[in-house]
C-alpha cells in the first residue's frame, strides 16, 4: 500500500490540527461546556485527553517494538493532570504536541512500537501512529468546536486521508463477521471511494475506483459525501442523514455496532 501521505506531511498536519485545537481552546469563555461527541465530557476533558494522548504517544513510540504498552505510560497517564488556568493550559497542549512531534521526528517512519490495531491493515510503527494522530487531532479539534457552537468542516485532505485511515486500522480485521456476507461501499464526492468486503474472513478494505453511476451496485449499501462528513459520520459525529444512503442503511448500524474479538 502505498501512504497516502509521507511523513512530513503527516506531522505537518498533527502541528497544523493541535493549532486548531488550541486556537478553539483559548477562544472558549470556560471549559465546563459539553462536547456532544464525547457523552459526559467537558472542554477540560478534552483537553486532558488530546494533550495526554500526545504525550502517551510519544512514551510508546519511544520504547520502541513492543508486546504491549509500556507500563510506565500507562501510570504516567493515568496520573496526568492538566492544568485549569486558561493560558497554562493552552500551553500545555503545545508542549504535548511538541513532545509528540519530538518523538516522532526521532524515530522515523519505520521505527516499530505497539499499538491496539495488531490485526489491522495499518503498520505498527511511527507512521501508523503518525497518521492516526491525524484523526485523532482532527476529530477532537471539530467537537472543540462544535462544543462551542462554531463546528468548521474538516480540512480536504484530512477528510480524504481519514476515511481510509478509518477503514484500514478500526474496521480491518480477520475476526469473523456475523452476519450475512456484504460489501460496504464509502463514495467522497471529491473523487475517491472505498469497498469493504465483510464475510467469515473478517473485514477487508480497500480503495476501488470511483463509481460511474449512482446507487449502490453490488454492495449491500453505500454512503456517499465529502470526505470530511464521511470521517464524521464513521466516528459518529454526525449521522447517517447527513450522508446519501443508497441501498440497506440498517448495515451502517450492524457495522457501528460490531465488536470483533481481538
Known amino acids: 500500500m502505498t501512504p497516502p501521505h509521507d511523513f512530513t506531511g503527516l506531522l505537518r498536519l498533527i502541528d497544523e490540527r493541535s493549532a486548531a485545537f488550541r486556537a478553539a481552546m483559548a477562544s472558549a469563555p470556560g471549559f465546563d461546556a459539553p462536547v456532544p461527541g464525547c457523552p459526559g465530557w467537558n472542554l477540560y476533558d478534552l483537553a486532558q485527553h488530546l494533550g495526554g494522548g500526545d504525550r502517551y504517544w510519544a512514551d510508546v513510540i519511544k520504547t520502541g517494538p513492543a508486546a504491549a504498552p509500556p507500563a510506565d505510560a500507562l501510570v ?23 513532545v509528540l512531534l519530538d518523538a516522532l521526528r526521532d524515530a522515523g517512519p519505520e521505527r516499530g512500537c505497539w499499538t491496539w490495531w495488531a490485526g489491522s491493515r495499518t503498520p505498527q510503527n511511527a507512521w501508523g501512529v503518525a497518521r492516526h494522530r491525524v484523526q485523532e487531532s482532527a476529530v477532537h479539534t471539530y467537537d472543540a468546536q462544535r462544543a462551542l457552537g462554531v ?105 457501528r455496532d460490531w465488536e470483533p474479538e481481538e
Do not use: K
Not at 486558561?86 to 504535548?96: F, G
Open 76 to 98: 504516567v497517564r493515568a496520573a496526568l493532570v492538566a492544568p485549569r488556568d486558561p493560558e497554562a493550559l493552552v500551553a500545555w497542549l503545545a508542549e504535548s504536541t511538541r
Open 151 to 255: 463546528p468548521e468542516p474538516l480540512p480536504e485532505e484530512v477528510g480524504l486521508d481519514g476515511v481510509e485511515e478509518f477503514l484500514f486500522t478500526c474496521v480491518a480485521t480477520p475476526s469473523a463477521w456475523p452476519h450475512a456476507p456484504t460489501a460496504f461501499d464509502f463514495h467522497a464526492s471529491e473523487g475517491r471511494s472505498w469497498r469493504v468486503v465483510v464475510d467469515a474472513d473478517g473485514a477487508r478494505p480497500a480503495r476501488v475506483p470511483a463509481p460511474t453511476a449512482e446507487g449502490a451496485g453490488t454492495a449491500g449499501v453505500a454512503a456517499r459525501g465529502p470526505a470530511g462528513d464521511l470521517v464524521l459520520y464513521l466516528y459518529n459525529r454526525i449521522p447517517a442523514e447527513a450522508l446519501r444512503i443508497d441501498g440497506d442503511r440498517r448495515l451502517l448500524d450492524l457495522l
